[in-house]
């Protein structure tokens, strides 16, 4: 058996490999992030290529044409606060985050990661139950948009918040000896 104490052993290693994680969990989280950034720039600018996926208010806007201000103008500020999310991210990882002070940097992150997996596990969940014929809402339902926002659209925010909270700890664990 090896040692347990803090000098080394199983303690050790669960600590080394959690900051492992963290860091890679921080770029998978950033990649995310950007990813849906293009998404989401590429419909700014007009692209409609599955558009009909989102379904609601987004393809209405996409099809629309009347209130085509408002939705470049929704879709860029939700493309930019995406980008903030994928930075916030590097920031955990990389070393000009350092310059950001670490508990500003946990809450924030901390409290990012909360809102994302919320969001997308209750939309995640609510959606599959709806496909599922557990809960029969009281108007229409467009299945396919629900069925790409239970597999894509909502999963892409779990999965981002699941990345952002790993990524969290890591650096949590990482830094544990600094002054916040």
Known sequence: MGKTGPGGGRFARAALGLCALGAVAAYAAAAVAFGYVLVSL???LGGHGLISTVGGYVQQFAHGGGVVAVGVALAVAVAV????GGLLALALARPW????PRGWLLI??????????????LN???????LGGVIHPGGSVDRTA??????????????????LALA???YWQRTANQST
């Open 42 to 44: 590429y419909w700014a």
């Open 168 to 170: 969290t700890a890591g």
């Open 97 to 100: 985050g350092r310059v950001i």
């Open 124 to 130: 995640v969940t609510a959606g599959a139950l709806v």
């Open 81 to 84: 606060a995406k980008v903030a």
């Open 146 to 163: 629900l069925r790409w926002h239970v597999g894509v659209w909502d999963l892409w925010f779990l999965v981002w918040g699941i990345l």
């Open 108 to 121: 924030v992150s901390a409290g990012t990661s909360v809102l994302l997996v919320v969001y997308g596990g």
